[in-house]
């Protein structure tokens, strides 16, 4: 069974500052997937990534798949309070797009 | 426009009483549908998905149904519910991808 590994579990650092979360698994990924999500909301996806390498940036947020597609990271620039959060991984498994998720990574940005 | 509705938004219930959430989407036809339970220190746990009317597929054996009595609406019931139902239970459709999260049901079972 396939696992997704994501740590740190709780990051908190100060506004301004730079971060990375990560993201792995034992087995290579078909695609993946990172969400943020919001207390008492459901996740909304950010990005998926799809080809080993792969690079995207969304604004301060930039996702890398590793060429192994193995494992996956989210490193932010300048963190804004804006930025607090749940931030999940997420990788499809078997068939009828069933989702596994990771246990996330919460995230505090102390203004 | 495609959005998905989830009430209702909180929900506290004695343990024994039945249970029943409601999760619809707009603006798509067929869409594969699932319903995730949320726990503390758990992660997002999938329950049921169903690729269409009257197919739900359990993926965890549980105190929980699901239906699908309409092509955009997917239901989450129980009987009888337990303590250890208590938890933020998300409906979701599959979008290119990804997923689409309704925005959750926040369940305490006292």
């Known amino acids: 069974t396939q696992l997704l590994e994501q740590s740190p579990q709780f990051l908190s650092i100060q506004e301004g500052e730079n971060l990375t979360v990560y993201c792995n698994s034992s087995s290579v990924f078909s695609s993946l997937q990172w969400y943020r999500q919001e207390p008492g909301e459901g996740p909304v996806l950010l990005v998926t990534v799809v080809t080993g390498g792969e690079v995207k940036k969304l604004k301060r947020l930039t996702f890398q798949f590793g060429d192994a597609r193995k494992d996956s990271s989210l490193h932010i620039t300048a963190a804004q309070p804006g930025d607090t959060g749940l931030y999940l991984c997420a990788s499809p498994r078997g068939r009828d797009d069933k989702i596994i998720f990771g246990k996330g990574t919460r995230l505090h940005i102390l203004p | 426009s495609q959005t998905i509705h989830q009430w209702p938004a909180t929900l506290v219930q004695p343990v024994g009483s039945p249970l029943s959430l409601e999760c619809t989407v707009e603006?798509?036809?067929?869409?594969?549908l699932y319903w995730y339970r949320q726990a503390a220190g758990r992660g997002l746990q999938l329950l049921f998905y169903?690729?269409?009317?009257?197919?739900i597929s359990s993926e965890v054996p549980q105190n929980l149904s699901a239906s699908r009595p309409q092509d955009r609406q997917f239901i989450l019931s129980s009987k009888k519910l337990l303590l250890s139902d208590s938890g933020f239970y998300l409906c979701?459709?599959?979008?290119?991808?990804?997923?689409?999260f309704g925005s959750g049901t926040r369940l305490t079972v006292v």
């Open positions: 169903s690729v269409g009317i009257g197919q």
């Open positions: 979701a459709w599959s979008v290119v991808g990804g997923y689409t």
């Open positions: 603006g798509t036809s067929n869409p594969n």
